[in-house]
């Protein structure tokens, strides 16, 4: 299995809403990524999970909140977001060698969101 | 902090070689560079990694002077289907991508 699957692929919240976006693998990797993708836009990385530890955060507003609960899945709860959140959210995953370099990345299809 | 950049577009026929470039001055010694593939509304899809010198596997041709400043993806042949946007990723814990090259494809 080679995949990386994403759910929902599409979602449309409120700005009040609370919602999750689920991210799932079962390739052995113990590295695991949330993307943000404006249009037009190369992907930004926002969190880098590795052996289930938050490793890194790029300065994400705390409305954004991931959660990793086991090596195979990764979520990105969602919480009073704003219109300016409406993007394309990347999931990816990837082999950790022992040295810390991250291996090749294999990315899932993403979730659409779009907040009104 | 790495500064990676593509040209924004470029435009070919079906059947000929396609060269894109992704500028990376700031590469460290360990760093890789892996380019991706992307269609509209898609994830990234891989398509080759390398360190240094030329790296070639089914589908495309990586090269990589040694300075390492620089990378070219050479697609051969290409068809309708490549048309994409292109992204250069180096690899370091910054993991920032290239600005992206479209590349369309004409028959």
């Known amino acids: 299995d080679t995949e990386v699957t994403q759910t929902p692929k599409h979602l449309v919240m409120g700005m009040t809403n609370k919602k999750s976006l689920k991210c799932e693998q079962h390739?052995?990797?113990?590295?695991m990524y949330w993307y943000k993708q404006k249009a037009k836009k190369p992907p930004e990385l926002m969190f880098v999970y590795s052996y289930e530890k938050l490793s890194i955060n790029e300065s994400v507003p705390s409305r954004f909140s991931p959660e990793c609960p086991n090596s195979s899945l990764l979520n990105l709860h969602l919480h009073a977001l704003q219109p300016e959140d409406s993007a394309l959210y990347l999931c990816?995953?990837?082999?950790?060698?022992?040295?810390?370099?991250?291996?090749?990345?294999?990315f899932g299809p993403g979730t659409r969101l779009t907040v009104l | 902090l790495a500064k990676t950049t593509q040209p924004i577009s470029m435009d070919s026929y079906e059947g000929q070689e396609v060269n894109i470039t992704c500028s990376h001055n700031n590469i460290a010694t360990n760093d890789y560079i892996t380019w991706y593939q992307q269609f509209p509304s898609q994830g990234p899809r891989f398509i080759i990694q390398g360190y240094k010198t030329k790296v070639t596997n089914e589908v495309a041709s990586l090269f990589i002077p040694a300075d390492r400043k620089s990378s070219t993806l050479s697609l051969p042949r290409v068809s309708l289907s490549d048309t994409a946007v292109y992204y250069c990723l180096v690899n370091t814990d910054k993991l920032i991508f290239g600005t992206g090259t479209r590349l369309q494809v004409f028959p």
């Open positions: 990816a995953s990837s082999f950790v060698e022992t040295s810390g370099r991250i291996d090749t990345q294999y």
């Open positions: 390739m052995g990797h113990r590295a």
